[in-house]
């Protein structure tokens, strides 16, 4: 209980430190505030279903790129952002609840590229949806300021952390590691497989709609093949991989090292970038699978005997 009060402490401190963040930092900083907030807010998603139940999925791509579709066309309606934010993330979750009955039957690597495969072909929907309207492309205009879309997404990063944690701690959560164990014994139990890793699933979807569509603002131009782009979803992977656990803090961690680390490659060694990325994550896997959350857990552990 102690333990739980101190994390919800330092979230507490944390969205408090968030809220004055704009007004000590420049535009520089806080824009990279917001890439470490988008980060934070998709991969403690992404943990929701493939953390806790082992299903991998590479299609938050999908659910971004929907999500930021959403918000080109409320945008262009005049939709205000409390109606358009809320429902680009509705829409992400009615699509995981159309798709996921069919693609969580499969296991493994099938449902890996299943959801890599779902996010292709919605790209590519999308791109014929857009040619026959005769869109190459679209400009958003008169967007809101960076500081505002600064703490949306600060909104929305601890909103995932609150959910990351609290389905951790639930007994939906202890159904959904109890699916990761073994899925054949868990129904056997009497738990409702289906049903949790469909309703994982469709949570998992949310919050990446509204973070699409947050970001949309923030780029400002709409191409489908950049907003659905791959890499979103090999970015959280790593990120999930070196934050490790299928906890809250997991992800934070890994998600602020590869960030943090990005930014500073980026500046100083930007052609080994892509080389000291692949080379940290085959480090990570062979000599600290359980990640940074794992392994301060475990030297917690050995400090306590």
Same mark, same amino acid.
């Given at each position: ?7 919800? $402490?330092?979230?507490?401190? /944390?969205? =408090? ?13 806080? !824009?990279?505030?917001?890439?470490? @907030?988008?980060?934070? $807010?998709?991969?403690?998603? &992404? ?26 066309? !409320? &945008? ?21 609840? @159309?798709? !996921?009955?069919?693609?969580?039957? +499969? ?6 590229? @299943? ?6 072909? +919605? ?28 703490? *949306? ?19 939906? /959560? $202890? ?37 699409? #569509? ?16 791959? *890499? ?7 990120? $999930?991989? *070196? !934050?490790?656990?299928?906890? #809250? ?14 930014? @500073?490659? &980026? ?7 892509? +080389? ?14 359980? /990640?940074? &959350? ?10 306590? =005997?």
């Amino acid at each position: 209980m102690k333990r739980h009060g101190n994390f919800l $402490a330092l979230l507490a401190a /944390g969205v =408090a430190f968030g809220a004055v963040y704009p007004a000590l930092a420049g535009d520089y900083f806080i !824009g990279v505030g917001l890439t470490l @907030l988008m980060w934070i $807010a998709l991969t403690q998603s &992404w943990t929701v279903l493939s953390g806790m139940t082992g299903y991998i999925s590479l299609g938050h791509a999908v659910f971004f790129g929907l999500g930021a579709y959403v918000m080109v066309l !409320g &945008w262009s309606e005049k939709l205000p952002l409390l109606v358009t934010i809320p429902l680009a993330g509705l829409v992400a979750g009615l699509l995981a609840l @159309l798709v !996921g009955a069919p693609c969580l039957r +499969v296991r493994g690597p099938y449902f890996v590229i @299943l959801t890599f495969g779902l996010a292709e072909f +919605v790209k590519f929907v999308v791109v014929s949806v857009e040619a026959g309207l005769g869109k190459a492309g679209r400009l958003l205009f008169a967007t809101p300021s960076l500081e505002t879309l600064f703490y *949306i997404m600060l909104a929305l990063a601890a909103a995932a952390v609150a959910l990351c944690y609290g389905v951790r701690r639930s007994r939906f /959560g $202890a159904g959904l590691r109890a699916i990761r164990e073994d899925e054949t014994a868990a129904q056997t139990l009497g738990i409702p497989v289906t049903r949790f890793k469909l309703t994982a699933y469709v949570l998992s979807a949310i919050i990446p709609g509204m973070v699409g #569509a947050v970001m949309m603002l923030r780029s400002t131009y709409f191409e489908p093949l950049q907003v659905f782009n791959p *890499i979103t979803p090999f970015t959280i992977v790593p990120m $999930a991989i *070196i !934050g490790g656990s299928d906890d #809250a803090p997991g992800p934070l961690l890994g998600a602020a090292f590869l960030v943090i680390l990005s930014e @500073l490659l &980026w500046a100083n060694a930007p052609e080994l970038y892509m +080389v000291i990325l692949g080379a940290l994550l085959v480090a990570f896997v062979l000599f600290l699978p359980e /990640g940074l &959350w794992g392994r301060i857990q475990k030297l917690r552990r050995r400090r306590a =005997a």
